[in-house]
């Protein structure tokens, strides 16, 4: 588990305050966020309607829905689905840095969606590099002799064994 950053979640706050357009509740960050509604509310200021359905009070279990539908909407939305924190990770306060992992990402998805004109969070997403080699450039490659080709200085596997073996001295 990644340790908590508390500069990274002030700035996720004042993002989604910014982009929501109004103050967040005051509280700590977690609790902030623990019902899902802001985050529900966040997701469809930026793509609206993602989230049919939010549950501003009730059980434990129709709040964490809350978090569910955002999930789904932000994986929709483009968020890669290995930086989508899980439910518990916020709701039952088990891994916090996650969830700001995900946010941030959101925050940087945006910029791949012209219909989005509001505040980003993070870095400025990389364009396009590609490169185009002659085939004269690829070729000169082959000439050269890596490391791997035995030429390391006298260097060797000689005498390592395979696994499990006793080494002999």
């Given at each position: 588990?990644?340790?908590?950053?508390?500069?990274?979640?002030?700035?996720?706050?004042?993002?989604?305050?910014?982009?929501?357009?109004?103050?967040?509740?005051?509280?700590?960050?977690?609790?902030?966020?623990?019902?899902?509604?802001?985050?529900?509310?966040?997701?469809?200021?930026?793509?609206?309607?993602?989230?049919?359905?939010?549950?501003?009070?009730?059980?434990?279990?129709?709040?964490m829905?809350?978090?569910?539908?955002?999930?789904?909407?932000?994986?929709?939305?483009?968020?890669?689905?290995?930086?989508?924190?899980?439910?518990?990770?916020?709701?039952?306060?088990?891994?916090?840095?996650?969830?700001?992992?995900?946010?941030?990402?959101?925050?940087?998805?945006?910029q791949?969606?012209?219909?989005?004109?509001?505040?980003?969070?993070?870095?400025?997403?990389?364009?396009?590099?590609?490169?185009?080699?002659?085939?004269e450039?690829?070729?000169?490659?082959?000439?050269?002799?890596?490391?791997?080709m035995?030429?390391?200085?006298?260097?060797?596997?000689?005498?390592?064994?395979?696994?499990?073996?006793?080494?002999?001295?």
């Open positions: 588990m990644a340790p908590r950053n508390k500069e990274q979640e002030g700035e996720v706050l004042q993002w989604i305050s910014d982009v929501l357009g109004e103050k967040l509740p005051p509280g700590a960050y977690e609790d902030v966020l623990k019902d899902g509604v802001v985050l529900c509310k966040l997701i469809n200021k930026m793509a609206p309607g993602s989230v049919k359905k939010i549950q501003e009070r009730g059980t434990n279990f129709q709040l829905e809350n978090i569910q539908r955002f999930q789904a909407a932000v994986k929709k939305y483009g968020v890669p689905e290995e930086e989508i924190f899980q439910t518990a990770d916020l709701f039952e306060r088990r891994n916090i840095a996650q969830v700001t992992l995900c946010l941030y990402s959101l925050g940087r998805i945006t791949k969606h012209p219909e989005y004109n509001g505040p980003t969070l993070g870095p400025k997403m990389a364009d396009k590099n590609e490169r185009n080699f002659s085939e450039q690829l070729r000169a490659h082959h000439g050269e002799l890596n490391l791997q035995g030429f390391n200085k006298g260097a060797s596997q000689a005498g390592q064994g395979s696994f499990g073996n006793t080494r002999h001295m």
